[in-house]
T-cell receptor
Framework: GENVEQHPSTLSVQEGDSAVIKCTYS??????FPWYKQELGKRPQLIIDIRSNVGEKKDQRIAVTLNKTAKHFSLHITETQPEDSAVYFCAANNQGGKLIFGQGTELSVKP | DTAVSQTPKYLVTQMGNDKSIKCEQN?????MYWYKQDSKKFLKIMFS???????INETVPNRFSPKSPDKAHLNLHINSLELGDSAVYFCASSKSYEGQPQHFGDGTRLSIL
């Protein structure tokens, strides 16, 4: 069935380092891939998204890459800061409009 | 000026009770959703409405009944609450149901005693 696998489940980096979170999806019809950041006790917030007609998208320190052939997409955060610490979720849509979320990655940025 | 607002923020109640959670969006979106986030943080879609019409109905016990009186509102009624219903319930909305960013409310933390 539809599935989105996300790795790693936890990630700890030093302030200033880069962080990479990877996701794979199973539905070849998926064409929309958002990333959400959820701080403790808060709502998920969209930070960046990419559509299947684009291979890469960048917004300041955040970038997302998509490999449709391999059904992989990744989130890259450069020059990490303590305020980047949160749980990050990837997601992919299916034909019925449903968003299937990954299991989440808890990112910890140590000062 | 919250875009997606849900009430109440916290709900503590006894097993067996019936409760409702309300959601309203002022973004002019056509599609609204209910998600359940369990203790392991996993976000799972429960229901989705597009222009007041149910379009997604996941494998959810029929104790959960959504209602959309108009496209700006989506409420969730839960009958005979069970311990396993304890979770954070998020409402969300999007412009349409096809590949659009979803905006989440602040969540309702439901605790069953």
């Amino acid at each position: 069935g539809e599935n989105v696998e996300q790795h790693p489940s936890t990630l700890s980096v030093q302030e200033g380092d880069s962080a990479v979170i990877k996701c794979t999806y199973s539905d070849s019809a998926s064409n929309y891939f958002p990333w959400y950041k959820q701080e403790l006790g808060k709502r998920p917030q969209l930070i960046i998204d990419i559509r299947s007609n684009v291979g890469e998208k960048k917004d300041q320190r955040i970038a997302v890459t998509l490999n449709k052939t391999a059904k992989h997409f990744s989130l890259h955060i450069t020059e990490t800061q303590p305020e980047d610490s949160a749980v990050y979720f990837c997601a992919a849509n299916n034909q019925g409009g449903k968003l299937i979320f990954g299991q989440g990655t808890e990112l910890s940025v140590k000062p | 000026d919250t875009a997606v607002s849900q009430t109440p923020k916290y709900l503590v109640t006894q097993m067996g009770n019936d409760k409702s959670i309300k959601c309203e969006q002022n973004l002019g979106h056509d599609t609204m959703y209910w998600y359940k986030q369990d203790s392991k943080k996993f976000l799972k879609i429960m229901f989705s409405y597009n222009n007041k019409e149910l379009i997604i109905n996941e494998t959810v016990p029929n104790r959960f009944s959504p209602k959309s009186p108009d496209k700006a509102h989506l409420n969730l009624h839960i009958n005979s609450l069970e311990l396993g219903d304890s979770a954070v319930y998020f409402c969300a909305s999007s412009k349409s149901y096809e590949g659009q960013p979803q905006h989440f409310g602040d969540g309702t933390r439901l605790s069953i005693l």
